[in-house]
Protein backbone atom coordinates (compact mmCIF):
# COMPACT_ATOMS: atom_id res chain seq x y z
CA UNK A 1 0.00 0.00 0.00
CA UNK A 2 2.70 2.67 0.85
CA UNK A 3 4.29 1.64 -2.67
CA UNK A 4 1.62 2.39 -4.53
CA UNK A 5 0.80 5.50 -2.34
CA UNK A 6 4.72 6.38 -3.15
CA UNK A 7 4.54 5.85 -6.50
CA UNK A 8 1.05 7.54 -7.55
CA UNK A 9 3.02 10.93 -5.35
CA UNK A 10 6.36 10.66 -7.68
CA UNK A 11 3.73 10.16 -10.54
CA UNK A 12 2.23 13.20 -9.42
CA UNK A 13 5.82 15.24 -9.18
CA UNK A 14 6.70 14.46 -12.52
CA UNK A 15 3.54 15.32 -14.34
CA UNK A 16 3.69 18.59 -11.99
CA UNK A 17 7.04 18.98 -13.66
CA UNK A 18 6.04 18.83 -17.16
CA UNK A 19 2.98 20.80 -16.64
CA UNK A 20 3.72 24.27 -16.84
CA UNK A 21 2.16 24.93 -20.46
CA UNK A 22 -0.81 26.43 -18.95
CA UNK A 23 -0.90 29.90 -20.95
CA UNK A 24 -2.66 30.19 -24.50
CA UNK A 25 -2.57 33.84 -25.84
CA UNK A 26 -4.88 34.45 -28.77
CA UNK A 27 -4.09 37.08 -31.30
CA UNK A 28 -7.07 38.82 -32.81
CA UNK A 29 -6.96 40.80 -36.04
CA UNK A 30 -9.32 43.37 -35.47
CA UNK A 31 -9.00 43.94 -39.59
CA UNK A 32 -10.92 40.74 -40.56
CA UNK A 33 -14.19 42.40 -39.91
CA UNK A 34 -14.06 43.99 -43.16
CA UNK A 35 -13.20 40.85 -45.01
CA UNK A 36 -16.43 39.35 -47.21
CA UNK A 37 -18.37 35.95 -47.24
CA UNK A 38 -16.90 33.39 -44.79
CA UNK A 39 -13.61 35.17 -44.08
CA UNK A 40 -16.05 37.86 -42.38
CA UNK A 41 -14.45 38.21 -38.54
CA UNK A 42 -15.63 39.95 -35.69
CA UNK A 43 -15.27 40.47 -32.35
CA UNK A 44 -18.31 38.10 -31.36
CA UNK A 45 -16.69 35.40 -33.44
CA UNK A 46 -14.21 34.75 -30.61
CA UNK A 47 -14.73 31.88 -28.14
CA UNK A 48 -13.23 33.52 -25.52
CA UNK A 49 -13.23 30.23 -23.51
CA UNK A 50 -10.20 28.64 -25.93
CA UNK A 51 -7.86 31.28 -24.67
CA UNK A 52 -6.65 32.48 -21.41
CA UNK A 53 -5.05 35.51 -22.87
CA UNK A 54 -6.49 37.27 -25.85
CA UNK A 55 -4.88 40.42 -27.83
CA UNK A 56 -6.29 42.97 -30.11
CA UNK A 57 -4.60 44.28 -32.64
CA UNK A 58 -3.18 46.99 -33.00
CA UNK A 59 -2.48 50.13 -31.86
CA UNK A 60 -0.05 52.37 -33.21
CA UNK A 61 2.47 55.11 -31.66
CA UNK A 62 2.63 59.04 -32.93
CA UNK A 63 5.89 61.18 -32.95
CA UNK A 64 5.45 62.58 -29.64
CA UNK A 65 5.44 59.47 -27.77
CA UNK A 66 1.27 58.74 -27.50
CA UNK A 67 -0.45 55.57 -28.18
CA UNK A 68 -2.32 56.09 -31.34
CA UNK A 69 -5.78 54.67 -32.34
CA UNK A 70 -4.63 53.17 -36.10
CA UNK A 71 -8.68 52.45 -37.08
CA UNK A 72 -11.32 54.75 -35.20
CA UNK A 73 -14.13 54.09 -37.24
CA UNK A 74 -14.11 50.59 -36.58
CA UNK A 75 -12.29 50.29 -32.84
CA UNK A 76 -14.25 53.28 -31.31
CA UNK A 77 -16.82 54.33 -33.56
CA UNK A 78 -18.71 50.69 -34.25
CA UNK A 79 -17.67 49.88 -30.82
CA UNK A 80 -14.57 47.41 -31.27
CA UNK A 81 -12.77 48.10 -28.25
CA UNK A 82 -16.12 48.47 -25.77
CA UNK A 83 -17.20 45.05 -28.02
CA UNK A 84 -13.81 43.28 -27.38
CA UNK A 85 -13.81 44.24 -23.20
CA UNK A 86 -17.43 42.45 -23.17
CA UNK A 87 -15.93 39.03 -24.01
CA UNK A 88 -15.37 38.94 -20.34
CA UNK A 89 -19.03 38.46 -19.96
CA UNK A 90 -18.45 35.08 -21.78
CA UNK A 91 -15.30 34.03 -19.68
CA UNK A 92 -14.41 36.25 -16.32
CA UNK A 93 -11.10 34.77 -16.49
CA UNK A 94 -9.76 35.39 -19.46
CA UNK A 95 -7.24 38.33 -19.67
CA UNK A 96 -7.96 40.68 -22.53
CA UNK A 97 -4.61 42.83 -23.55
CA UNK A 98 -4.13 45.14 -26.84
CA UNK A 99 -1.03 44.86 -28.74
CA UNK A 100 0.95 48.25 -29.94
CA UNK A 101 3.40 47.92 -33.53
CA UNK A 102 3.80 44.81 -35.86
CA UNK A 103 5.07 44.97 -38.95
CA UNK A 104 3.20 47.73 -40.47
CA UNK A 105 4.24 49.97 -38.44
CA UNK A 106 7.71 49.61 -38.37
CA UNK A 107 10.67 50.76 -36.30
CA UNK A 108 11.99 53.91 -36.68
CA UNK A 109 9.28 55.71 -34.06
CA UNK A 110 10.23 53.10 -31.39
CA UNK A 111 13.19 53.82 -31.61
CA UNK A 112 12.89 57.32 -31.32
CA UNK A 113 11.07 57.45 -28.45
CA UNK A 114 12.57 54.39 -26.43
CA UNK A 115 15.81 56.02 -26.63
CA UNK A 116 14.65 59.13 -25.73
CA UNK A 117 13.88 59.88 -21.52
CA UNK A 118 11.68 62.60 -22.27
CA UNK A 119 9.56 60.56 -25.14
CA UNK A 120 9.99 57.55 -23.28
CA UNK A 121 8.38 58.94 -20.07
CA UNK A 122 5.21 60.09 -22.01
CA UNK A 123 4.90 56.70 -23.83
CA UNK A 124 4.81 54.90 -20.52
CA UNK A 125 1.98 57.50 -18.88
CA UNK A 126 -0.13 56.94 -22.15
CA UNK A 127 0.18 53.29 -22.44
CA UNK A 128 -0.77 53.24 -18.65
CA UNK A 129 -4.06 55.71 -19.61
CA UNK A 130 -4.44 54.02 -22.74
CA UNK A 131 -5.56 50.24 -21.09
CA UNK A 132 -7.37 52.03 -18.01
CA UNK A 133 -9.34 53.82 -20.27
CA UNK A 134 -11.01 51.31 -22.48
CA UNK A 135 -10.73 48.67 -20.24
CA UNK A 136 -7.91 46.08 -21.12
CA UNK A 137 -5.77 44.42 -18.77
CA UNK A 138 -2.51 44.72 -20.41
CA UNK A 139 -0.08 45.93 -22.85
CA UNK A 140 1.61 43.85 -25.91
CA UNK A 141 4.56 45.43 -27.25
CA UNK A 142 5.19 44.37 -30.84
CA UNK A 143 8.46 46.45 -32.26
CA UNK A 144 9.41 45.07 -35.58
CA UNK A 145 12.43 45.88 -34.65
CA UNK A 146 14.68 46.76 -32.55
CA UNK A 147 17.90 48.08 -34.14
CA UNK A 148 16.67 47.22 -37.39
CA UNK A 149 14.09 48.20 -40.34
CA UNK A 150 14.89 52.14 -39.32
CA UNK A 151 15.94 51.06 -35.88
CA UNK A 152 19.25 52.43 -34.09
CA UNK A 153 22.17 50.40 -32.71
CA UNK A 154 20.99 51.80 -29.50
CA UNK A 155 17.67 49.86 -29.68
CA UNK A 156 18.83 46.90 -28.20
CA UNK A 157 19.50 49.18 -24.47
CA UNK A 158 16.87 51.45 -25.15
CA UNK A 159 14.16 48.28 -25.40
CA UNK A 160 15.27 47.15 -21.82
CA UNK A 161 14.55 50.86 -20.79
CA UNK A 162 11.50 50.88 -22.28
CA UNK A 163 10.61 47.48 -20.64
CA UNK A 164 11.49 48.54 -17.47
CA UNK A 165 9.80 51.64 -17.15
CA UNK A 166 6.75 50.14 -18.34
CA UNK A 167 6.99 47.25 -15.79
CA UNK A 168 7.38 49.68 -12.83
CA UNK A 169 4.46 51.57 -14.10
CA UNK A 170 2.33 48.56 -15.00
CA UNK A 171 3.04 46.88 -11.35
CA UNK A 172 1.62 49.87 -9.80
CA UNK A 173 -1.76 49.58 -11.78
CA UNK A 174 -1.79 45.65 -11.92
CA UNK A 175 -1.50 45.52 -15.17
CA UNK A 176 0.10 42.76 -17.30
CA UNK A 177 3.43 43.26 -19.79
CA UNK A 178 4.00 40.84 -22.65
CA UNK A 179 6.35 41.16 -26.09
CA UNK A 180 6.34 39.78 -29.18
CA UNK A 181 9.38 38.47 -30.63
CA UNK A 182 11.15 37.71 -33.71
CA UNK A 183 12.33 33.92 -33.17
CA UNK A 184 15.62 33.02 -34.73
CA UNK A 185 18.98 33.56 -33.24
CA UNK A 186 20.83 36.00 -34.89
CA UNK A 187 17.99 38.37 -33.49
CA UNK A 188 19.45 37.79 -29.94
CA UNK A 189 22.88 39.08 -31.20
CA UNK A 190 21.60 42.64 -32.48
CA UNK A 191 18.09 43.30 -31.28
CA UNK A 192 17.37 41.93 -27.87
CA UNK A 193 19.52 41.27 -24.51
CA UNK A 194 17.52 38.26 -23.34
CA UNK A 195 18.38 38.13 -19.11
CA UNK A 196 17.76 41.44 -19.11
CA UNK A 197 14.02 41.73 -20.93
CA UNK A 198 13.57 38.53 -18.74
CA UNK A 199 13.67 40.60 -15.82
CA UNK A 200 10.76 42.52 -16.62
CA UNK A 201 7.95 41.19 -18.70
CA UNK A 202 5.63 38.40 -17.88
CA UNK A 203 5.48 37.01 -21.00
CA UNK A 204 7.43 36.52 -24.06
CA UNK A 205 5.45 35.47 -27.69
CA UNK A 206 7.69 34.09 -29.54
CA UNK A 207 6.60 34.29 -33.39
CA UNK A 208 8.52 30.95 -34.44
CA UNK A 209 6.88 31.06 -37.97
CA UNK A 210 7.55 32.59 -41.34
CA UNK A 211 10.89 30.47 -41.11
CA UNK A 212 10.55 29.55 -44.59
CA UNK A 213 8.41 31.26 -47.33
CA UNK A 214 8.09 32.57 -51.49
CA UNK A 215 11.37 34.89 -50.93
CA UNK A 216 13.45 31.48 -50.48
CA UNK A 217 12.93 30.74 -54.14
CA UNK A 218 12.15 26.63 -52.98
CA UNK A 219 9.56 25.28 -51.34
CA UNK A 220 9.82 25.47 -47.65
CA UNK A 221 7.94 25.11 -44.32
CA UNK A 222 6.28 28.18 -42.51
CA UNK A 223 6.89 26.91 -38.94
CA UNK A 224 9.06 23.23 -39.04
CA UNK A 225 9.68 21.65 -35.93
CA UNK A 226 13.41 20.93 -36.68
CA UNK A 227 15.81 21.48 -39.71
CA UNK A 228 16.22 19.30 -43.08
CA UNK A 229 19.42 17.16 -43.20
CA UNK A 230 20.40 20.25 -45.71
CA UNK A 231 19.85 22.83 -43.35
CA UNK A 232 23.57 22.75 -41.89
CA UNK A 233 24.36 26.24 -42.49
CA UNK A 234 24.72 29.07 -39.44
CA UNK A 235 21.42 30.79 -40.95
CA UNK A 236 19.98 27.99 -42.19
CA UNK A 237 20.14 25.49 -39.21
CA UNK A 238 18.28 28.65 -36.72
CA UNK A 239 15.16 28.58 -39.20
CA UNK A 240 13.20 25.92 -37.36
CA UNK A 241 10.88 25.54 -33.89
CA UNK A 242 13.34 23.80 -31.92
CA UNK A 243 16.52 26.01 -32.79
CA UNK A 244 14.55 28.81 -31.74
CA UNK A 245 13.11 27.98 -28.66
CA UNK A 246 16.71 26.75 -27.60
CA UNK A 247 17.85 29.70 -28.62
CA UNK A 248 15.83 31.97 -26.37
CA UNK A 249 16.33 29.26 -23.23
CA UNK A 250 19.74 29.16 -23.99
CA UNK A 251 20.32 33.24 -24.04
CA UNK A 252 18.49 33.19 -20.57
CA UNK A 253 14.74 33.30 -20.68
CA UNK A 254 13.17 31.84 -18.24
CA UNK A 255 11.14 28.99 -19.79
CA UNK A 256 8.04 29.50 -17.48
CA UNK A 257 7.96 32.80 -19.67
CA UNK A 258 8.56 31.58 -23.02
CA UNK A 259 5.25 31.33 -25.11
CA UNK A 260 5.65 29.28 -28.53
CA UNK A 261 3.93 30.80 -31.63
CA UNK A 262 1.94 28.71 -33.92
CA UNK A 263 0.33 29.74 -37.20
CA UNK A 264 -3.02 29.58 -37.87
CA UNK A 265 -2.22 30.23 -41.73
CA UNK A 266 0.19 28.74 -44.43
CA UNK A 267 2.72 30.31 -46.67
CA UNK A 268 2.45 29.44 -50.49
CA UNK A 269 4.07 29.36 -53.28
CA UNK A 270 4.24 28.57 -57.06
CA UNK A 271 6.58 25.82 -58.45
CA UNK A 272 8.83 26.18 -61.24
CA UNK A 273 7.59 22.70 -62.61
CA UNK A 274 4.34 21.17 -61.59
CA UNK A 275 6.56 17.45 -61.32
CA UNK A 276 8.69 18.48 -58.91
CA UNK A 277 6.82 18.73 -55.44
CA UNK A 278 9.22 18.14 -52.86
CA UNK A 279 10.47 20.34 -49.84
CA UNK A 280 13.18 22.32 -51.29
CA UNK A 281 11.61 22.44 -54.92
CA UNK A 282 12.45 25.20 -57.21
CA UNK A 283 9.66 28.01 -56.96
CA UNK A 284 9.06 31.40 -59.40
CA UNK A 285 7.31 33.15 -56.23
CA UNK A 286 4.43 33.65 -54.05
CA UNK A 287 1.20 31.27 -54.53
CA UNK A 288 -2.07 32.59 -55.56
CA UNK A 289 -3.83 35.17 -53.57
CA UNK A 290 -6.95 33.71 -51.34
CA UNK A 291 -10.27 34.86 -51.08
CA UNK A 292 -10.24 36.58 -47.80
CA UNK A 293 -7.27 37.29 -46.72
CA UNK A 294 -6.12 38.72 -50.75
CA UNK A 295 -2.48 38.34 -49.91
CA UNK A 296 -0.18 36.16 -52.70
CA UNK A 297 1.89 34.16 -50.84
CA UNK A 298 -0.02 33.61 -48.05
CA UNK A 299 -3.64 32.00 -46.73
CA UNK A 300 -5.52 32.03 -43.92
CA UNK A 301 -6.11 28.02 -42.39
CA UNK A 302 -9.82 28.69 -43.86
CA UNK A 303 -8.83 29.26 -46.89
CA UNK A 304 -6.90 26.51 -46.95
CA UNK A 305 -9.10 23.80 -45.65
CA UNK A 306 -11.62 24.92 -48.13
CA UNK A 307 -9.14 24.32 -50.34
CA UNK A 308 -8.23 21.06 -49.48
CA UNK A 309 -12.06 20.00 -49.01
CA UNK A 310 -12.93 21.15 -52.57
CA UNK A 311 -10.35 18.46 -53.88
CA UNK A 312 -7.41 18.80 -56.11
CA UNK A 313 -4.72 18.87 -53.78
CA UNK A 314 -2.35 15.86 -52.97
CA UNK A 315 -1.59 15.96 -49.31
CA UNK A 316 1.83 14.84 -47.79
CA UNK A 317 3.81 15.17 -44.38
CA UNK A 318 7.25 15.71 -43.87
CA UNK A 319 8.03 13.33 -40.79
CA UNK A 320 11.79 15.11 -40.31
CA UNK A 321 10.11 18.70 -39.85
CA UNK A 322 6.82 17.55 -38.51
CA UNK A 323 4.39 19.34 -40.61
CA UNK A 324 2.09 18.90 -43.77
CA UNK A 325 2.13 20.55 -47.19
CA UNK A 326 -0.24 19.99 -50.16
CA UNK A 327 0.01 20.84 -53.91
CA UNK A 328 -1.93 20.84 -56.63
CA UNK A 329 -0.48 21.70 -60.37
CA UNK A 330 1.90 24.58 -59.69
CA UNK A 331 0.54 25.52 -56.35
CA UNK A 332 2.19 24.47 -53.42
CA UNK A 333 0.86 25.61 -49.45
CA UNK A 334 3.22 25.05 -46.58
CA UNK A 335 0.84 24.86 -43.71
CA UNK A 336 -0.37 23.47 -40.20
CA UNK A 337 -2.81 21.32 -39.35
CA UNK A 338 -4.20 20.10 -36.26
CA UNK A 339 -2.00 17.23 -35.77
CA UNK A 340 1.33 19.34 -36.31
CA UNK A 341 -0.35 21.45 -33.92
CA UNK A 342 -0.22 18.92 -31.54
CA UNK A 343 3.17 18.13 -31.52
CA UNK A 344 3.71 21.49 -30.95
CA UNK A 345 1.91 21.91 -28.21
CA UNK A 346 3.29 18.24 -26.50
CA UNK A 347 7.10 20.03 -28.10
CA UNK A 348 6.10 22.79 -25.59
CA UNK A 349 5.21 21.06 -22.07
CA UNK A 350 8.37 18.89 -22.45
CA UNK A 351 10.42 21.81 -23.09
CA UNK A 352 8.29 23.19 -19.69
CA UNK A 353 7.50 26.33 -21.84
CA UNK A 354 4.94 28.55 -20.28
CA UNK A 355 2.34 28.32 -22.82
CA UNK A 356 1.34 29.00 -26.42
CA UNK A 357 0.57 31.79 -28.36
CA UNK A 358 -1.59 31.54 -31.68
CA UNK A 359 -1.46 33.61 -34.61
CA UNK A 360 -4.30 34.69 -35.54
CA UNK A 361 -7.62 33.47 -34.23
CA UNK A 362 -9.31 35.33 -37.17
CA UNK A 363 -7.92 33.02 -39.45
CA UNK A 364 -9.01 30.10 -37.99
CA UNK A 365 -12.40 28.30 -39.22
CA UNK A 366 -14.46 29.86 -36.99
CA UNK A 367 -17.39 28.60 -38.20
CA UNK A 368 -16.47 25.00 -39.02
CA UNK A 369 -17.18 25.21 -42.90
CA UNK A 370 -14.72 22.38 -43.35
CA UNK A 371 -15.88 20.11 -41.00
CA UNK A 372 -13.14 19.85 -38.76
CA UNK A 373 -15.40 21.74 -36.01
CA UNK A 374 -15.71 25.68 -34.73
CA UNK A 375 -11.72 26.96 -34.80
CA UNK A 376 -10.41 23.82 -35.10
CA UNK A 377 -6.75 24.98 -34.90
CA UNK A 378 -7.45 27.08 -31.87
CA UNK A 379 -9.38 23.89 -29.86
CA UNK A 380 -6.62 21.89 -31.01
CA UNK A 381 -4.36 23.81 -28.87
CA UNK A 382 -6.71 24.24 -25.91
CA UNK A 383 -7.98 20.40 -25.94
CA UNK A 384 -3.57 19.57 -25.84
CA UNK A 385 -2.74 22.06 -23.20
CA UNK A 386 -5.45 21.19 -20.81
CA UNK A 387 -6.15 17.62 -22.01
CA UNK A 388 -9.89 18.32 -22.33
CA UNK A 389 -12.67 20.12 -24.96
CA UNK A 390 -12.64 23.54 -24.86
CA UNK A 391 -16.03 25.04 -23.15
CA UNK A 392 -19.07 26.17 -25.17
CA UNK A 393 -19.25 29.94 -25.64
CA UNK A 394 -21.66 31.24 -23.30
CA UNK A 395 -19.96 28.71 -20.58
CA UNK A 396 -17.11 29.64 -18.24
CA UNK A 397 -14.48 27.82 -16.54
CA UNK A 398 -11.36 28.11 -14.31
CA UNK A 399 -8.52 26.10 -16.34
CA UNK A 400 -6.49 24.45 -14.42
CA UNK A 401 -2.56 22.84 -15.46
CA UNK A 402 -2.48 19.74 -17.22
CA UNK A 403 -0.70 16.91 -16.06
CA UNK A 404 0.31 15.10 -19.24
CA UNK A 405 3.14 13.65 -19.89
CA UNK A 406 4.60 13.06 -23.41
CA UNK A 407 7.93 11.17 -24.70
CA UNK A 408 10.48 13.26 -26.75
CA UNK A 409 11.14 12.78 -30.12
CA UNK A 410 14.76 12.26 -31.34
CA UNK A 411 15.78 15.66 -33.34
CA UNK A 412 17.35 15.15 -36.44
CA UNK A 413 20.72 16.95 -37.46
CA UNK A 414 20.57 20.83 -38.08
CA UNK A 415 21.28 22.17 -41.27
CA UNK A 416 20.70 25.14 -43.83
CA UNK A 417 18.79 26.85 -46.76
CA UNK A 418 18.49 30.43 -47.94
CA UNK A 419 18.76 33.37 -46.05
CA UNK A 420 15.24 35.15 -45.22
CA UNK A 421 14.31 38.63 -45.16
CA UNK A 422 13.26 40.27 -42.20
CA UNK A 423 9.51 39.96 -42.48
CA UNK A 424 6.82 38.38 -40.26
CA UNK A 425 3.22 38.17 -40.77
CA UNK A 426 2.22 41.09 -42.99
CA UNK A 427 -0.94 42.94 -41.14
CA UNK A 428 -3.19 45.03 -43.04
CA UNK A 429 -5.46 47.41 -41.48
CA UNK A 430 -9.06 48.61 -43.62
CA UNK A 431 -11.15 51.59 -42.66
CA UNK A 432 -14.10 50.85 -44.42
CA UNK A 433 -17.28 48.17 -44.01
CA UNK A 434 -18.33 47.75 -47.41
CA UNK A 435 -17.59 46.54 -50.90
CA UNK A 436 -18.45 47.56 -54.49
CA UNK A 437 -18.15 46.11 -57.76
CA UNK A 438 -17.60 49.87 -59.83
CA UNK A 439 -14.38 49.42 -61.61
CA UNK A 440 -11.81 52.65 -62.45
CA UNK A 441 -12.13 54.28 -66.04
CA UNK A 442 -8.34 53.90 -66.31
CA UNK A 443 -5.81 50.38 -65.39
CA UNK A 444 -3.89 51.09 -62.38
CA UNK A 445 -1.47 49.07 -60.92
CA UNK A 446 -0.31 49.13 -57.37
CA UNK A 447 3.01 50.97 -56.83
CA UNK A 448 3.39 49.25 -53.15
CA UNK A 449 2.10 47.43 -50.62
CA UNK A 450 -0.78 49.27 -48.64
CA UNK A 451 -3.70 51.39 -50.18
CA UNK A 452 -4.38 53.00 -53.23
CA UNK A 453 -7.42 55.65 -53.31
CA UNK A 454 -9.81 55.90 -56.60
CA UNK A 455 -8.47 58.51 -58.97
CA UNK A 456 -12.12 59.07 -59.73
CA UNK A 457 -14.46 58.41 -56.51
CA UNK A 458 -12.14 59.71 -53.29
CA UNK A 459 -14.59 57.73 -51.12
CA UNK A 460 -13.20 54.84 -52.67
CA UNK A 461 -9.33 53.10 -52.56
CA UNK A 462 -8.01 49.66 -53.32
CA UNK A 463 -6.04 47.18 -51.13
CA UNK A 464 -2.61 46.94 -53.16
CA UNK A 465 -0.31 44.62 -53.57
CA UNK A 466 2.98 45.32 -54.94
CA UNK A 467 3.70 45.23 -58.84
CA UNK A 468 0.24 43.86 -59.52
CA UNK A 469 -2.68 45.05 -61.29
CA UNK A 470 -5.88 46.49 -59.51
CA UNK A 471 -8.37 43.63 -59.27
CA UNK A 472 -12.29 44.44 -58.78
CA UNK A 473 -13.14 42.89 -55.70
CA UNK A 474 -9.97 45.24 -53.88
CA UNK A 475 -12.07 48.31 -54.41
CA UNK A 476 -13.40 49.45 -50.94
CA UNK A 477 -15.68 51.97 -49.92
CA UNK A 478 -15.51 54.76 -47.37
CA UNK A 479 -18.72 55.09 -45.26
CA UNK A 480 -21.30 57.15 -45.85
CA UNK A 481 -19.85 61.09 -45.65
CA UNK A 482 -16.54 59.68 -45.37
CA UNK A 483 -13.40 60.22 -47.86
CA UNK A 484 -10.41 58.30 -48.34
CA UNK A 485 -7.08 60.21 -47.51
CA UNK A 486 -4.05 58.68 -48.88
CA UNK A 487 -1.20 60.46 -46.15
CA UNK A 488 -2.93 58.65 -43.48
CA UNK A 489 -4.88 55.61 -44.74
CA UNK A 490 -8.12 56.67 -43.26
CA UNK A 491 -11.82 57.55 -44.29
CA UNK A 492 -11.98 60.74 -42.66
CA UNK A 493 -14.51 64.27 -43.16
CA UNK A 494 -13.58 65.63 -46.68
CA UNK A 495 -11.55 68.99 -44.96
CA UNK A 496 -9.40 66.54 -43.78
CA UNK A 497 -8.15 65.02 -47.35
CA UNK A 498 -6.98 67.25 -50.23
CA UNK A 499 -9.82 65.55 -52.30
CA UNK A 500 -11.98 67.76 -54.58
CA UNK A 501 -15.49 66.84 -55.30
Not at 18 to 26: E, H, K, L, S
Not at 250 to 262: F, I, T
Request: proline share 5%.
Amino acid sequence: MKVAAVAGLLLISVASINAATDRIVCYFGSWATYRIGNGKYDVESINPNLCTHIVYTFVGLDTKGNVKILDSWLDISLGGYSRFIQLKQRNPNVKLMVAIGGWNEGSASYSTMANSDLLRAVFVESAVAFVKRYGFDGFDVDWEYPTLRGGSVDDRVGFVKLLRDLRARFDQEGLLLSIATAATADYLRSAYDVPEINKYVHFVNLMAYDLHAYWDAQTGANAPMYPNSWETGYTSSMLNVDACVKAWLGAGLDPSKLVLGVPVYGHTFKLSSTSDTRIGAPTIGPGDAGPYTLEPGTLSYLEICEKLAAGGYTKAFSSVQQVPYAYSGNQWISYDDVNSIAIKVQYAKRMNLGGIMVWSIESDDARGICGEGQHPITSAVYREVFGTVAPTPGTTTTTAKTTTTTTSTARPITTTTTQRPLTTTTTMYRTTTTTTTARPTQKLVCPASGFLRDPNNCAQFYQCYPGLPIQENWLLRCPSGLYFDPTANVCTYLFNTDCTV
